[in-house]
Nanobody
C-alpha cells in the first residue's frame, strides 16, 4: 500500500530554518508531481509548492524566495527547505502526490497524502 510520511517539523524562532522530508513507500512516485500544502488553525489547506518529475517547480507567492522544494527519485523522497521562517508560516505541512496529467495546484488533484507534520514559528 502506497504511503507518504512527513518528518522534520518542529518549533523554530522567526528567521530560522527547517527542512521537511516526505518519505514515500509502497510504490514509486518518480513519475508523479509531488507537492507541499499547509493548513493553519481555522484556515483551509493551501498550496505551498510543487515539483514535476522533470524537476520544474512552482511556489506560492507567500513562500517564493524563502522555500525550496526538491526531490530525490532514487530515494523516493521529497523535501522542503524553509528559510527565513515567519510566524505566519505556522501550520501543519502535508506532502501529496498528483498524477502528471493534472495541473496539481489544488487538493482534489492529489491521489496520496501524508498525515502531516507540525511547524511552529515563534515571534
Amino acid at each position: 500500500q502506497a504511503q507518504l510520511v512527513e518528518s522534520g517539523g518542529g518549533l523554530v524562532q522567526a528567521g530560522g530554518s527547517l527542512k521537511l522530508s516526505c518519505a514515500a513507500s509502497g510504490r514509486t512516485f518518480s513519475s508523479y508531481v509531488m507537492g507541499w500544502f499547509r493548513q493553519a488553525p481555522g484556515k483551509e489547506r493551501e498550496f505551498v509548492a510543487r515539483i514535476r518529475n522533470i524537476g520544474s517547480t512552482t511556489y506560492a507567492d507567500s513562500v517564493k524566495g524563502r522555500f525550496t522544494i526538491s526531490r530525490d527519485n532514487a530515494e523516493n523522497t521529497l523535501y522542503l527547505q524553509m528559510n527565513y521562517l515567519k510566524p505566519e508560516d505556522t501550520a501543519v505541512y502535508y506532502c501529496g502526490a498528483c498524477r502528471p496529467n493534472y495541473v496539481c495546484g489544488a487538493q482534489p488533484e492529489y491521489d496520496y497524502w501524508g498525515p502531516g507534520t507540525q511547524v511552529t514559528v515563534s515571534a
